[in-house]
Protein backbone atom coordinates (compact mmCIF):
# COMPACT_ATOMS: atom_id res chain seq x y z
CA UNK A 1 0.00 0.00 0.00
CA UNK A 2 2.58 2.67 0.90
CA UNK A 3 4.66 1.69 -2.13
CA UNK A 4 1.46 2.29 -4.56
CA UNK A 5 0.42 5.75 -2.80
CA UNK A 6 4.32 6.81 -3.02
CA UNK A 7 3.93 5.69 -7.14
CA UNK A 8 0.60 7.25 -7.22
CA UNK A 9 1.41 10.62 -5.76
CA UNK A 10 4.19 11.13 -8.43
CA UNK A 11 1.94 10.57 -11.03
CA UNK A 12 -0.70 12.79 -9.68
CA UNK A 13 2.28 15.78 -9.09
CA UNK A 14 3.15 14.63 -12.92
CA UNK A 15 -0.15 15.25 -14.31
CA UNK A 16 -1.16 18.02 -12.13
CA UNK A 17 1.98 20.08 -13.35
CA UNK A 18 1.51 19.45 -17.16
CA UNK A 19 -2.00 20.30 -16.62
CA UNK A 20 -1.53 23.74 -14.95
CA UNK A 21 1.13 24.82 -17.70
CA UNK A 22 4.33 24.67 -15.40
CA UNK A 23 7.52 24.97 -16.86
CA UNK A 24 10.41 22.01 -17.39
CA UNK A 25 12.40 23.14 -14.93
CA UNK A 26 10.02 24.58 -11.70
CA UNK A 27 8.25 20.50 -12.79
CA UNK A 28 11.70 18.50 -12.46
CA UNK A 29 12.40 20.63 -8.98
CA UNK A 30 8.32 19.46 -7.96
CA UNK A 31 9.31 15.99 -8.73
CA UNK A 32 12.61 16.24 -7.21
CA UNK A 33 11.47 17.24 -3.82
CA UNK A 34 8.23 14.87 -4.00
CA UNK A 35 10.99 12.18 -4.25
CA UNK A 36 13.43 13.87 -1.28
CA UNK A 37 9.91 13.75 1.05
CA UNK A 38 8.82 10.36 0.39
CA UNK A 39 12.28 8.88 0.59
CA UNK A 40 12.71 11.06 4.05
CA UNK A 41 9.60 9.79 5.14
CA UNK A 42 10.18 6.14 4.69
CA UNK A 43 13.88 6.10 6.54
CA UNK A 44 12.56 8.19 9.46
CA UNK A 45 9.67 5.95 9.74
CA UNK A 46 11.75 3.05 9.55
CA UNK A 47 14.34 4.26 12.02
CA UNK A 48 12.30 5.07 14.51
CA UNK A 49 10.23 1.60 14.29
CA UNK A 50 13.10 -0.64 14.26
CA UNK A 51 15.53 1.64 17.01
CA UNK A 52 18.39 2.01 14.40
CA UNK A 53 21.09 3.79 16.11
CA UNK A 54 20.35 7.20 14.55
CA UNK A 55 19.43 10.42 16.54
CA UNK A 56 18.22 8.12 19.55
CA UNK A 57 17.38 10.88 21.56
CA UNK A 58 14.60 11.51 19.47
CA UNK A 59 12.92 8.28 18.88
CA UNK A 60 9.75 7.39 20.67
CA UNK A 61 9.35 4.42 18.93
CA UNK A 62 6.75 2.57 16.74
CA UNK A 63 7.56 5.10 13.59
CA UNK A 64 7.24 8.06 15.63
CA UNK A 65 9.91 11.19 17.19
CA UNK A 66 9.12 13.26 20.14
CA UNK A 67 10.05 16.55 17.98
CA UNK A 68 6.55 16.00 16.59
CA UNK A 69 5.22 13.78 19.40
CA UNK A 70 1.64 15.08 18.30
CA UNK A 71 1.80 12.27 15.29
CA UNK A 72 1.69 9.66 18.36
CA UNK A 73 -1.34 11.49 19.64
CA UNK A 74 -3.28 11.73 15.63
CA UNK A 75 -2.28 7.69 15.66
CA UNK A 76 -3.85 7.04 18.86
CA UNK A 77 -7.21 9.15 18.87
CA UNK A 78 -7.67 8.28 15.26
CA UNK A 79 -7.43 4.87 15.92
CA UNK A 80 -9.67 5.25 18.64
CA UNK A 81 -12.23 6.73 16.56
CA UNK A 82 -11.76 4.65 13.31
CA UNK A 83 -12.16 1.55 15.38
CA UNK A 84 -15.42 2.76 17.10
CA UNK A 85 -16.78 4.04 13.73
CA UNK A 86 -16.52 0.27 12.91
CA UNK A 87 -18.13 -1.03 16.13
CA UNK A 88 -21.19 1.16 15.78
CA UNK A 89 -19.69 2.34 19.52
CA UNK A 90 -20.32 6.53 20.14
CA UNK A 91 -16.83 8.26 19.71
CA UNK A 92 -14.27 8.47 22.71
CA UNK A 93 -12.85 11.56 23.71
CA UNK A 94 -11.70 13.87 20.86
CA UNK A 95 -9.45 16.34 22.48
CA UNK A 96 -8.90 20.14 21.23
CA UNK A 97 -7.56 18.82 17.71
CA UNK A 98 -10.57 16.71 16.79
CA UNK A 99 -10.96 18.20 13.08
CA UNK A 100 -7.17 16.20 12.17
CA UNK A 101 -8.26 12.96 14.74
CA UNK A 102 -11.51 13.26 12.56
CA UNK A 103 -9.47 13.11 9.34
CA UNK A 104 -6.78 10.55 10.42
CA UNK A 105 -9.64 8.09 11.33
CA UNK A 106 -10.86 8.42 7.78
CA UNK A 107 -8.02 7.93 6.53
CA UNK A 108 -7.59 4.59 8.83
CA UNK A 109 -10.87 3.26 7.64
CA UNK A 110 -10.02 3.92 3.84
CA UNK A 111 -5.86 3.08 3.96
CA UNK A 112 -5.61 0.74 6.91
CA UNK A 113 -4.66 2.12 10.71
CA UNK A 114 -1.08 2.67 9.01
CA UNK A 115 0.43 6.12 10.38
CA UNK A 116 3.10 5.99 7.56
CA UNK A 117 0.34 6.17 4.52
CA UNK A 118 -1.00 9.39 6.34
CA UNK A 119 2.42 10.75 6.17
CA UNK A 120 2.90 9.70 2.72
CA UNK A 121 0.09 12.12 1.58
CA UNK A 122 1.64 15.40 3.04
CA UNK A 123 4.14 14.62 -0.35
CA UNK A 124 1.10 14.90 -2.36
CA UNK A 125 -0.32 17.95 -0.56
CA UNK A 126 2.84 20.06 -0.95
CA UNK A 127 3.20 18.91 -4.75
CA UNK A 128 0.30 20.47 -4.83
CA UNK A 129 1.03 23.56 -2.67
CA UNK A 130 4.42 24.35 -5.20
CA UNK A 131 1.85 24.10 -8.44
CA UNK A 132 -0.28 26.23 -6.66
CA UNK A 133 2.81 28.90 -5.57
CA UNK A 134 3.56 29.05 -9.55
CA UNK A 135 0.38 29.72 -10.80
CA UNK A 136 -0.33 32.47 -7.89
CA UNK A 137 3.29 34.30 -8.63
CA UNK A 138 2.98 34.27 -12.12
CA UNK A 139 -0.84 36.11 -11.98
CA UNK A 140 1.61 38.86 -10.39
CA UNK A 141 4.67 38.36 -12.71
CA UNK A 142 6.23 37.82 -15.96
CA UNK A 143 9.66 36.53 -14.95
CA UNK A 144 10.00 32.99 -14.58
CA UNK A 145 13.03 33.15 -12.13
CA UNK A 146 10.56 34.39 -9.25
CA UNK A 147 8.52 31.77 -9.92
CA UNK A 148 11.02 29.29 -9.69
CA UNK A 149 13.18 30.57 -7.14
CA UNK A 150 9.70 31.08 -4.69
CA UNK A 151 8.45 27.05 -5.68
CA UNK A 152 11.67 25.96 -4.50
CA UNK A 153 11.87 27.63 -1.70
CA UNK A 154 9.41 26.32 -0.40
CA UNK A 155 9.58 22.83 -2.09
CA UNK A 156 13.04 22.46 0.20
CA UNK A 157 12.35 24.98 3.24
CA UNK A 158 14.32 22.99 5.74
CA UNK A 159 11.68 23.04 8.80
CA UNK A 160 8.74 21.87 6.09
CA UNK A 161 10.67 19.03 4.52
CA UNK A 162 11.05 17.96 8.21
CA UNK A 163 7.33 18.37 9.05
CA UNK A 164 5.94 16.74 5.93
CA UNK A 165 7.08 13.25 6.80
CA UNK A 166 5.53 13.30 9.78
CA UNK A 167 1.88 12.80 10.46
CA UNK A 168 1.15 16.34 11.46
CA UNK A 169 -1.38 18.89 9.54
CA UNK A 170 0.85 21.64 8.42
CA UNK A 171 1.53 20.45 4.75
CA UNK A 172 -2.84 19.88 4.51
CA UNK A 173 -2.72 23.34 6.24
CA UNK A 174 -0.54 24.97 3.97
CA UNK A 175 -2.02 23.33 1.00
CA UNK A 176 -5.71 24.85 1.87
CA UNK A 177 -3.95 28.51 2.26
CA UNK A 178 -2.54 28.58 -1.16
CA UNK A 179 -5.41 26.89 -2.42
CA UNK A 180 -7.73 29.34 -1.09
CA UNK A 181 -5.81 31.89 -2.22
CA UNK A 182 -5.63 30.64 -6.14
CA UNK A 183 -9.09 30.13 -6.44
CA UNK A 184 -10.26 33.89 -4.60
CA UNK A 185 -7.49 35.62 -7.17
CA UNK A 186 -9.03 33.71 -10.33
CA UNK A 187 -12.43 34.59 -8.89
CA UNK A 188 -11.83 38.17 -8.33
CA UNK A 189 -9.93 38.16 -12.07
CA UNK A 190 -12.33 36.80 -13.92
CA UNK A 191 -15.07 39.63 -14.29
CA UNK A 192 -16.10 37.47 -17.66
CA UNK A 193 -15.82 34.02 -16.48
CA UNK A 194 -18.39 31.49 -17.18
CA UNK A 195 -21.30 30.89 -14.84
CA UNK A 196 -19.82 27.25 -13.59
CA UNK A 197 -16.08 28.02 -13.26
CA UNK A 198 -17.42 30.65 -10.88
CA UNK A 199 -19.59 28.42 -8.81
CA UNK A 200 -16.68 26.00 -8.32
CA UNK A 201 -14.29 28.49 -7.35
CA UNK A 202 -16.57 29.97 -4.83
CA UNK A 203 -16.92 26.65 -3.64
CA UNK A 204 -13.46 25.55 -3.65
CA UNK A 205 -13.14 29.39 -1.77
CA UNK A 206 -15.67 28.30 0.56
CA UNK A 207 -14.01 24.33 1.75
CA UNK A 208 -10.73 25.70 2.34
CA UNK A 209 -11.45 28.35 4.70
CA UNK A 210 -13.96 25.95 6.50
CA UNK A 211 -11.63 23.69 7.05
CA UNK A 212 -8.62 26.23 8.15
CA UNK A 213 -11.06 27.81 10.22
CA UNK A 214 -11.84 24.13 12.04
CA UNK A 215 -8.09 23.59 12.23
CA UNK A 216 -6.90 27.33 13.11
CA UNK A 217 -9.30 29.95 13.65
CA UNK A 218 -7.47 32.65 13.54
CA UNK A 219 -6.47 31.88 9.79
CA UNK A 220 -9.93 32.04 8.65
CA UNK A 221 -10.28 35.25 10.11
CA UNK A 222 -7.18 36.80 8.21
CA UNK A 223 -9.54 35.21 5.11
CA UNK A 224 -12.19 37.18 5.91
CA UNK A 225 -10.68 40.24 7.44
CA UNK A 226 -7.80 40.58 4.01
CA UNK A 227 -11.54 39.37 1.71
CA UNK A 228 -13.14 43.09 3.67
CA UNK A 229 -9.74 44.83 2.80
CA UNK A 230 -10.06 43.72 -0.61
CA UNK A 231 -13.53 45.58 -1.04
CA UNK A 232 -12.54 48.48 0.26
CA UNK A 233 -9.64 49.02 -2.24
CA UNK A 234 -12.44 47.87 -4.68
CA UNK A 235 -14.41 50.49 -3.93
CA UNK A 236 -11.94 53.14 -3.65
CA UNK A 237 -10.37 52.48 -7.07
CA UNK A 238 -14.29 52.85 -8.42
CA UNK A 239 -15.01 55.95 -6.28
CA UNK A 240 -11.84 57.21 -7.61
CA UNK A 241 -12.91 56.71 -11.33
CA UNK A 242 -10.47 54.13 -12.00
CA UNK A 243 -10.72 50.66 -13.66
CA UNK A 244 -11.51 47.23 -11.77
CA UNK A 245 -13.52 44.76 -11.13
CA UNK A 246 -17.34 45.52 -10.67
CA UNK A 247 -18.82 45.63 -6.62
CA UNK A 248 -21.38 43.54 -7.37
CA UNK A 249 -18.66 40.48 -7.40
CA UNK A 250 -17.71 41.08 -4.18
CA UNK A 251 -20.76 39.82 -1.96
CA UNK A 252 -20.62 36.11 -3.69
CA UNK A 253 -16.95 35.89 -2.32
CA UNK A 254 -17.67 37.57 0.40
CA UNK A 255 -19.99 35.13 1.73
CA UNK A 256 -17.84 32.30 0.25
CA UNK A 257 -15.11 33.48 2.40
CA UNK A 258 -16.80 34.86 5.36
CA UNK A 259 -19.80 32.41 6.17
CA UNK A 260 -17.60 29.20 6.12
CA UNK A 261 -15.21 31.24 8.58
CA UNK A 262 -18.00 31.71 10.97
CA UNK A 263 -19.47 28.14 11.13
CA UNK A 264 -15.77 26.93 10.90
CA UNK A 265 -15.50 28.75 14.45
CA UNK A 266 -18.65 27.93 15.71
CA UNK A 267 -17.60 24.09 14.89
CA UNK A 268 -14.75 24.28 16.45
CA UNK A 269 -15.73 26.21 20.27
CA UNK A 270 -15.57 24.25 23.12
CA UNK A 271 -19.49 24.39 23.35
CA UNK A 272 -20.20 23.04 19.95
CA UNK A 273 -17.42 20.15 21.06
CA UNK A 274 -20.03 19.06 23.35
CA UNK A 275 -22.28 18.18 20.93
CA UNK A 276 -19.70 15.65 19.16
CA UNK A 277 -18.37 14.41 22.03
CA UNK A 278 -21.05 12.34 24.68
CA UNK A 279 -19.15 12.82 27.30
CA UNK A 280 -19.02 16.76 27.58
CA UNK A 281 -21.86 18.88 29.42
CA UNK A 282 -24.15 20.40 26.48
CA UNK A 283 -24.97 24.11 26.66
CA UNK A 284 -27.72 26.30 25.19
CA UNK A 285 -27.63 26.35 21.02
CA UNK A 286 -28.03 30.54 21.64
CA UNK A 287 -24.83 30.86 23.21
CA UNK A 288 -22.48 30.01 20.14
CA UNK A 289 -22.84 32.91 17.65
CA UNK A 290 -20.21 34.96 20.29
CA UNK A 291 -17.53 32.81 19.13
CA UNK A 292 -16.47 35.47 16.40
CA UNK A 293 -14.80 36.84 19.20
CA UNK A 294 -12.48 33.28 19.55
CA UNK A 295 -9.19 35.07 17.59
CA UNK A 296 -8.44 37.65 20.57
CA UNK A 297 -9.27 35.21 23.49
CA UNK A 298 -7.09 32.63 21.69
CA UNK A 299 -4.35 36.17 21.47
CA UNK A 300 -4.93 36.57 25.36
CA UNK A 301 -5.42 33.06 26.78
CA UNK A 302 -1.21 33.00 26.84
CA UNK A 303 -1.41 35.38 29.31
CA UNK A 304 1.57 34.17 31.97
CA UNK A 305 5.31 34.38 30.88
CA UNK A 306 6.81 33.67 27.68
CA UNK A 307 9.53 31.07 27.31
CA UNK A 308 11.71 33.16 25.81
CA UNK A 309 10.91 36.86 28.15
CA UNK A 310 9.98 34.99 30.92
CA UNK A 311 9.07 38.25 32.58
CA UNK A 312 6.84 39.30 30.20
CA UNK A 313 2.81 38.81 30.84
CA UNK A 314 0.16 39.63 28.28
CA UNK A 315 -3.35 40.20 29.96
CA UNK A 316 -4.56 42.73 27.60
CA UNK A 317 -5.00 44.26 24.38
CA UNK A 318 -2.19 46.52 25.54
CA UNK A 319 -0.15 44.15 26.46
CA UNK A 320 -0.25 42.66 22.79
CA UNK A 321 0.26 46.00 21.21
CA UNK A 322 3.07 46.93 23.24
CA UNK A 323 4.86 43.30 22.92
CA UNK A 324 4.42 43.21 19.52
CA UNK A 325 7.48 44.92 18.04
CA UNK A 326 9.86 42.48 20.20
CA UNK A 327 7.30 39.15 19.53
CA UNK A 328 7.72 40.22 15.34
CA UNK A 329 11.14 39.99 15.82
CA UNK A 330 11.26 36.93 17.22
CA UNK A 331 8.66 35.30 15.18
CA UNK A 332 10.79 36.61 12.05
CA UNK A 333 14.53 36.41 13.30
CA UNK A 334 15.02 34.12 16.27
CA UNK A 335 17.05 32.05 16.94
CA UNK A 336 19.48 34.71 16.84
CA UNK A 337 23.38 33.63 15.73
CA UNK A 338 24.43 33.42 19.07
CA UNK A 339 21.87 30.95 20.55
CA UNK A 340 22.18 28.69 17.13
CA UNK A 341 25.35 26.18 19.07
CA UNK A 342 24.01 26.58 22.75
CA UNK A 343 23.21 24.30 25.20
CA UNK A 344 20.05 22.91 24.60
CA UNK A 345 18.52 19.32 24.68
CA UNK A 346 17.37 19.87 21.08
CA UNK A 347 20.43 20.95 19.36
CA UNK A 348 20.17 19.48 16.69
CA UNK A 349 16.48 20.83 15.65
CA UNK A 350 18.27 24.47 17.10
CA UNK A 351 20.62 24.11 14.33
CA UNK A 352 17.91 23.55 12.04
CA UNK A 353 16.22 26.71 13.32
CA UNK A 354 18.75 29.27 12.60
CA UNK A 355 19.59 28.14 9.42
CA UNK A 356 15.70 29.07 8.73
CA UNK A 357 16.68 32.53 10.44
CA UNK A 358 19.89 33.20 8.97
CA UNK A 359 17.75 32.62 5.77
CA UNK A 360 15.38 34.97 6.77
CA UNK A 361 18.10 37.25 7.32
CA UNK A 362 19.44 37.05 3.94
CA UNK A 363 15.83 37.47 3.08
CA UNK A 364 15.77 41.40 4.53
CA UNK A 365 16.76 43.15 1.22
CA UNK A 366 13.74 41.28 -0.45
CA UNK A 367 11.66 42.01 1.69
CA UNK A 368 12.83 45.81 1.30
CA UNK A 369 12.05 45.71 -2.09
CA UNK A 370 8.75 43.82 -1.55
CA UNK A 371 7.85 47.12 -0.04
CA UNK A 372 8.53 49.36 -2.26
CA UNK A 373 6.67 47.29 -4.86
CA UNK A 374 3.66 47.29 -2.72
CA UNK A 375 3.75 51.02 -2.22
CA UNK A 376 4.10 51.85 -6.10
CA UNK A 377 2.37 48.98 -8.23
CA UNK A 378 -0.43 48.42 -5.33
CA UNK A 379 -1.57 45.31 -7.50
CA UNK A 380 -4.50 43.81 -5.99
CA UNK A 381 -3.66 39.93 -4.94
CA UNK A 382 -0.42 41.31 -3.71
CA UNK A 383 -2.19 43.66 -1.32
CA UNK A 384 -4.22 40.81 -0.17
CA UNK A 385 -1.13 39.12 0.40
CA UNK A 386 0.42 41.64 2.80
CA UNK A 387 -2.84 42.40 4.20
CA UNK A 388 -3.32 38.42 4.97
CA UNK A 389 0.08 38.25 6.51
CA UNK A 390 -0.18 40.91 8.36
CA UNK A 391 -3.14 40.10 10.11
CA UNK A 392 -1.74 36.54 10.77
CA UNK A 393 1.55 37.82 12.34
CA UNK A 394 -0.02 39.61 14.85
CA UNK A 395 -1.34 35.62 16.97
CA UNK A 396 2.18 33.85 15.99
CA UNK A 397 4.10 36.87 17.60
CA UNK A 398 2.78 35.88 20.59
CA UNK A 399 2.61 31.68 19.92
CA UNK A 400 5.93 31.53 18.76
CA UNK A 401 7.93 33.13 21.93
CA UNK A 402 5.69 30.80 23.84
CA UNK A 403 5.98 27.46 21.84
CA UNK A 404 9.56 27.54 20.07
CA UNK A 405 11.34 29.40 17.23
CA UNK A 406 11.08 25.70 15.46
CA UNK A 407 7.25 25.90 16.08
CA UNK A 408 5.25 24.56 12.64
CA UNK A 409 2.94 28.03 13.33
CA UNK A 410 5.97 29.34 11.59
CA UNK A 411 5.39 28.25 8.17
CA UNK A 412 1.83 29.72 7.89
CA UNK A 413 3.45 33.28 7.59
CA UNK A 414 6.76 32.29 5.83
CA UNK A 415 5.15 30.72 3.50
CA UNK A 416 2.68 33.50 2.22
CA UNK A 417 5.71 35.40 2.26
CA UNK A 418 7.94 33.73 0.07
CA UNK A 419 4.91 33.92 -1.90
CA UNK A 420 4.50 37.75 -2.05
CA UNK A 421 7.99 38.57 -2.46
CA UNK A 422 8.60 36.67 -5.29
CA UNK A 423 5.44 37.65 -6.77
CA UNK A 424 6.80 41.56 -6.86
CA UNK A 425 10.01 40.00 -7.98
CA UNK A 426 12.32 40.82 -4.78
CA UNK A 427 14.08 37.55 -5.29
CA UNK A 428 15.56 39.36 -8.47
CA UNK A 429 18.40 41.60 -8.44
CA UNK A 430 18.80 44.84 -11.14
CA UNK A 431 22.41 42.77 -12.46
CA UNK A 432 20.71 39.87 -13.41
CA UNK A 433 20.80 39.14 -17.33
CA UNK A 434 17.78 37.21 -17.98
CA UNK A 435 19.42 35.12 -20.83
CA UNK A 436 21.87 33.81 -18.47
CA UNK A 437 19.72 33.32 -15.38
CA UNK A 438 18.12 29.49 -14.99
CA UNK A 439 17.33 29.68 -11.30
Known sequence: MQILLAALGF?????????AGVDRFTRNLILAAYFLRILGTFFLFEVSLRGLPFLERYQLGGGFWNFAWDSKVYDLYGGQVAQAWRAGNSLPSLGPEWPFVIYTAILYLVLGAKPLCV????????????????LIIRRSTDDIRSARRGTALILFWPSLVLWSTQLLKESFLLFLILAAFHFIFRYWERADAKRVGTILSL??????????????GYIGAGFAAATGFLFMVTAIRRFCGRPGNKLSRFAPLFLAVCLPVWIGIFFSSKEMLGYLNPSSPKTMIRELPGYLGLLREGILYQSGATTMDPGIRIKNLADLISYAPRGLTLLFFAPFPWEWTGKNSAKSLQLLAGMEAFLMILFIPAMAKCGAALFQKRGVNNLYLFFFILLIAIPLSVAVPNLGTLFRLRLQLFVPLIVLIASTNGFITGCEKPSKMIF
Open 203 to 216: AAVSLSVFLLSIMR
Open 11 to 19: LLSLYLCRK
Open 119 to 134: SLLNSWYLSCTAILVF
